[in-house]
């Protein structure tokens, strides 16, 4: 596709379920990048791959988080153990390199909306 | 640290001109973006500046003061579908810091 393509786009769980996101990025686009968007609050940073190079994970909020990125293309988020804290919007970008090193946009998914009852 | 201020809510009146002022803190710097994101929709990138001055495209602009921390997106002949957040973000070497958005609403 054109865009960026996320997976589900909404997912409903009970708390202390395992979830998986999915994200699909522009074809060519070597950096990756996952937030997390909860009601009235900015865009949080979670983790940011780019090419081969070690992920910055940073921005996880807890060792239930974790995220890969197969082949360099493809990016799954993992929650273990889900709260209701965890409850928000995911959203995924990617972009043709990172930020620093031009001044290359990130191109935003849909996100996923990720309901923890 | 790092630190993004901007206003929570805007009001302007289709046909206006409405400025929305964002100040940042950081140890790093290298480029400041403004994002439009309309309600459950993904944020769309809309300008990105790295050195001083203004950059103008269409009806929207954005300045940026590296000296100050301190930058602004202004938007010309209102419309009323750019009632949506409006989000500032500072890049460092590789990722974005956003600001928590300012929600614009154009009324008639």
């Known amino acids: 596709g054109a865009g960026v393509s996320q997976s589900p786009s909404n997912k409903v769980t009970e708390k202390g379920k395992d979830v998986e996101l999915r994200c699909d990025p522009i074809s060519g686009h070597t950096a990756l990048y996952w937030y997390r968007q909860s009601l009235g609050q900015g865009l949080e940073f979670l983790i940011y791959f780019q090419g081969n190079s070690a992920p910055d994970k940073s921005g996880l909020p807890s060792d239930r988080f974790s995220a890969e990125r197969t082949g360099g293309s493809v990016s799954t988020l993992t929650i273990q153990r889900t709260q209701q804290e965890d409850s928000a919007v995911y959203l995924c970008?990617?972009?043709?390199?990172?930020?620093?090193?031009?001044?290359?946009?990130?191109?935003f998914g849909d996100g996923t909306r990720l309901s923890i009852l | 640290g790092q630190n993004i201020d901007q206003p929570t809510e805007m009001t302007a009146t289709e046909g206006a001109i409405v400025q929305i002022n964002c100040t940042y803190q950081t140890s790093g710097f290298n480029g400041l973006f403004w994002y439009q994101q309309h309600a459950g929709e993904a944020p769309t990138f809309l300008s990105y500046n790295v050195l001083d001055g203004l950059e103008e495209k269409g009806r929207f602009s954005s300045f940026l003061s590296r000296s100050k921390g301190y930058s602004y997106l202004l938007l010309k002949e209102l419309q009323m579908k750019d009632s949506a957040s409006y989000l500032c973000?500072?890049?460092?070497?590789?990722?974005?810091?956003f600001g928590k958005g300012t929600m614009l609403l154009v009324s008639p």
């Open positions: 970008a990617s972009s043709l390199e990172g930020q620093g090193l031009g001044n290359q946009p990130q191109h």
């Open positions: 973000a500072h890049s460092g070497y590789s990722t974005l810091t």
